[in-house]
């Protein structure tokens, strides 16, 4: 997936191309190159980035930031580690408390709550923000929030003589520039994706003339965008149209042999309108025991697909010759999308 960095970058233009394409004077090509600026300054912050929120439980220690956050118990949070809350080193934590907002800066990587290997101290919490207006300190103090308390203040708004006709003109000429940053935006593009393996050795028959399903009970990775993966069922359904690939593996071993090859057929099936994709022929070498196959499925993906909640699933089978016997030690299935997901707005 091409970062967002790389993508702006793509969209950089010198002072002159950017005066050849549009006739812009040079306050315009100024503007622009600055917006370009602040794009990827704003890009390469995005691309760094991992964060994600906590909320410890209220009074479940000695009612503190530091002393609730030890005490709790973080079983089904998204970044937990069983009972554990999983800080790695490109983490950024934001917790929230009591209606107030910290930033995490203690120890990483960490793992914190019941059962953690760090116990956090005041010290490792910065309070950044709060809806509680009542927390705030130094509220009635000069220079706070009466005008007369900031430094001239009132005689800079007594000189100021703004000229409206001059300010709807740089309001229009703001809202044309942010029309261009937008169609800039639009442009940027991110990928879909999902998976998952089979993780555990199972038995798997490859029949004659009928399927069997190829399992999966493990997702990867553990984010997907795009797409979701039943395990129950092993089969996958789709949130985003387009072109999806379909890369699809897995690994035999211990199978009956036989004195000649033999051929059986791997395909992807639409389980949700009962139609299937071309199949694959995979042969079996003459008094082979372990069989390798990997096959790449290039599919559409369509409206219809999404809006009705298309199953799909992969299939072996139609063998001349019953494969049996055989354990899987390793299988999978990879899908990516090649065709945009979507834009930033």
Same mark, same amino acid.
Do not use: C
């Given at each position: 997936m ?14 002159? !191309? ?5 006739k812009?004077?040079d306050?315009?090509?100024?503007? =622009? ?14 691309? &760094?980035?991992?964060s ?12 503190t ?16 580690d /069983? ?12 917790? %929230?408390h ?5 930033? =995490?800066v203690?120890?990483?990587?960490? @793992?914190l ?15 950044? /923000? ?11 103090q ?5 005008i @007369?308390?900031?430094?001239?203040l009132?005689d ?10 001059? @300010?709807?003109?740089?309001?229009? &000429? ?7 940053? !937008? ?9 879909? =994706? ?51 690939t ?5 690994s035999?071993? +211990?199978?009956?042999?036989?004195? %000649? ?5 791997m ?6 309108q ?34 009705? +909640? ?6 072996? +089978? ?6 049996? /016997?055989?354990t @899987? ?17």
């Amino acid at each position: 997936m091409t970062d967002i960095t790389t993508q702006v970058n793509r969209l950089s233009l010198s002072g002159d !191309e950017i005066t050849q394409m549009t006739k812009w004077d040079d306050s315009m090509v100024i503007d =622009y190159l600055g917006i370009h600026e602040s794009l990827l300054r704003v890009a390469q912050a995005f691309d &760094s980035l991992i964060s994600f929120s906590a909320l410890p439980t209220e009074d479940s220690g000695d009612g503190t930031i530091e002393g609730d956050t030890n005490a709790t118990d973080w079983t089904g949070h998204a970044q937990s580690d /069983g009972t554990r809350l999983n800080i790695r080193i490109t983490d950024s934590v934001i917790f %929230g408390h009591k209606d107030i907002a910290y930033q =995490y800066v203690g120890k990483k990587p960490a @793992l914190l709550g019941v059962g953690g290997d760090y116990t956090t101290v005041n010290e490792d919490f910065i309070p950044i /923000g709060t809806g509680d207006h009542t927390v705030l300190v130094n509220r009635d103090q000069p220079d706070s929030h009466p005008i @007369l308390a900031i430094t001239d203040l009132q005689d800079t708004l007594n000189s100021l003589n703004i000229s409206i006709g001059s @300010l709807e003109t740089r309001m229009t &000429s703001a809202e044309s520039r942010l029309d261009t940053v !937008e169609t800039l935006i639009i442009e940027l593009t991110v990928s879909g =994706y999902g998976g998952a393996i089979q993780d555990t050795d199972v038995a798997l028959t490859i029949p004659t003339v009928t399927y069997n399903t190829l399992p999966v009970d493990t997702p990867q990775p553990l984010v997907q965008r795009g797409v979701s993966f039943n395990l129950g069922t092993e089969q996958f359904t789709f949130t985003q149209t387009g072109v999806w690939t379909a890369m699809i593996f897995f690994s035999l071993a +211990g199978h009956n042999s036989s004195n %000649g090859g033999r051929v059986f057929t791997m395909r992807l099936r639409n389980v949700t309108q009962g139609t299937f994709g071309d199949g694959v022929v995979i042969g079996v070498g003459r008094n082979v025991e372990d069989t390798f196959a990997s096959v790449s499925y290039l599919f559409d993906i369509t409206q219809a697909n999404v809006d009705n +909640g298309d199953s799909f699933l992969v299939e072996v +089978g139609n063998a001349d010759t019953a494969i049996t /016997g055989g354990t @899987l030690v390793a299988g999978g299935i990879q899908v990516t999308l090649n065709s945009e997901l979507g834009s930033l707005i």
